[in-house]
């Protein structure tokens, strides 16, 4: 255990650099005489990558006595995908030396802080559902282009016309495997197939955004500095170059050099340009947030819907800027949308992955394509009532996710410097786990709670 003075900086403010920051206040040795602890983000603002119209504090659809307020100096804290994944957590995830430590101490942040209340943790049900999307308003499925086309009809028959009222449509629904209460899928003329994955017993969830911001918060309280709007640009080394010495950061147009012990990059995909050896790279995804008339019953859905011919073509793979106007499809094509239904009375939905555009230099700037985010909500509003007419889109956003890892651990013949990203679509499911092996790793010399196995960055660096 570490009495030694330490002049820790962790780089980042998403979910991985939070978790780090409140796990090194909770570790036996901490001390706030001895430890001083910084947490310098790039970003001053949380809107980038959402539209000018979307919700930009989602405390405010939970209970406001209880929820995660929203702290004017933490601008910026979980303004990346930390802020806009969709919070699934999962014994079932990878990689299965960290998951189960972290889906434990999920459960045990949830109680000792209320984040029923104040960030949306509850055990849940996922699913994989096989669907046909209904055409939206406007749109035939035999006029294409203004042509009449063949007749489709005969496609997935044998998911039509099946429930005529309640009664049927619960002997529908057990035929197909799937629970009563998710009802709020079309199950008459869109559900096909259903398989469950995941249960109370080992799936849960949060919301992301709450989550992060909440453990920033307890960080804070504990002693840690925030710092937003602080741009890294530079891990200084000693002489030698074989340990820490100093972090250059710029913020608000002049430049810092904070001495420095310890550092931890949680950089996510931002990481390589701190640390270019390490692989992690970045992929754009986009997701949007509906309002649904009640509140819908905890269930992921990862989907798999058949769009019919007539169907509003999506955006295609390579576009970049393009303008909300969708043609026909000609034939029929399968997407993969997921869909996390909240307790907030919300569900929220994301696409696929793209690599159009760039990573900018913060996520203040992530540029959010519009017609992609239209995409999800034709999608979705193909398989579900709530989802769609009945529905109100509340944000369209966008956010790079960390590929390639994750990575936790000491970077070799570089004393002090540790990395903490990489952690692709599991980051949040991974950050406590993340969080309290760093804390080890600084405070005690190694991981202790588990084996960082295939993590080591050793391994690639």
């Not at 920033?216 to 074989?242: F, H, Y």
């Not at 990489?422 to 406590?432: F, Y």
Request: aromatic share 6%; hydrophobic share 35%; charged share 20%.
């Amino acid at each position: 255990m570490s009495s030694t003075p330490k002049d820790i900086t962790i780089i980042g403010g998403g979910i991985i650099g939070c978790c780090t920051a409140y796990f090194l206040t909770r570790h036996p040795s901490y001390s706030p005489e001895t430890h001083r602890i910084t947490l310098l983000e790039a970003s001053s603002s949380s809107a980038g990558g959402r539209t000018p119209d979307s919700i930009q504090d989602p405390a405010t659809l939970a209970d406001p006595a209880t929820a995660s307020k929203k702290n004017p100096a933490h601008e910026g804290i979980a303004g990346g995908a930390s802020g806009k994944a969709g919070g699934l957590l999962a014994l079932w995830a990878f990689p299965p030396n960290i998951v189960p430590l972290s889906f434990q101490l999920h459960d045990e942040l949830a109680k000792e802080h209320g984040g029923d209340k104040r960030w949306g943790y509850r055990r849940c049900y996922a699913s994989q559902v096989d669907c046909r999307a209904r055409l939206p308003s406007g749109f035939d499925s035999n006029i294409i282009d203004g042509k009449k086309e063949a007749d489709s009809s005969n496609v997935e028959k044998g998911s039509k016309g099946l429930h005529k009222d309640h009664k049927k449509y619960t002997k529908a629904l057990r035929k197909l495997g799937a629970p009563e209460d998710l009802d709020w899928l079309d199950t008459e003329e869109s559900l096909a197939a259903y398989e469950g994955m995941g249960t109370p017993n080992n799936t849960a969830q949060v919301h992301p955004e709450l989550f992060t911001r909440s453990i920033a918060q307890l960080a804070e309280d504990e002693g840690v500095k925030i710092v937003t709007g602080a741009r890294v640009t530079a891990i200084n080394r000693t002489s030698d170059g074989k340990a820490v010495e100093s972090v250059t950061y710029e913020k608000d147009g002049k430049e810092e050099n904070l001495s420095t012990t310890d550092c931890v990059i949680a950089a996510g995909p931002w990481t390589r340009r701190l640390l270019p050896e390490i692989p992690v790279t970045a992929a754009r995804a986009h997701s949007v947030v509906i309002k649904t008339p009640k509140p819908v019953s905890a269930y992921a859905l990862f989907t798999s819907i058949m769009l019919p011919s007539g169907f509003p073509s999506p955006t295609p793979q390579n576009a970049r800027g393009t303008p909300a106007v969708h043609h026909p499809l000609r034939g029929q094509q399968i997407v993969e949308p997921e869909i996390y239904a909240r307790p907030d009375s919300t569900a929220y939905a994301c696409g696929p992955t793209d690599t159009v555009v760039e990573l900018p230099l913060t996520n203040a700037e992530v540029e959010v394509d519009t017609a992609r985010c239209d995409d999800i909500v034709n999608q979705v509003a193909g398989i579900s009532d709530e989802l769609g007419k009945d529905g109100q889109v509340l944000a369209k956003q966008a956010c790079y996710l960390p590929q390639g890892g994750p990575w936790i651990g000491k970077v070799p013949e570089t004393k002090g410097l540790v990395v903490a990203a990489g952690h692709t679509c599991w980051g949040i499911q991974n950050a406590p786990a993340t969080g309290k092996l760093v804390s080890e790793i600084i405070l005690d010399g190694k991981p202790k709670s588990a084996k960082l196995g295939g993590c080591d960055p050793s391994l690639v660096l």
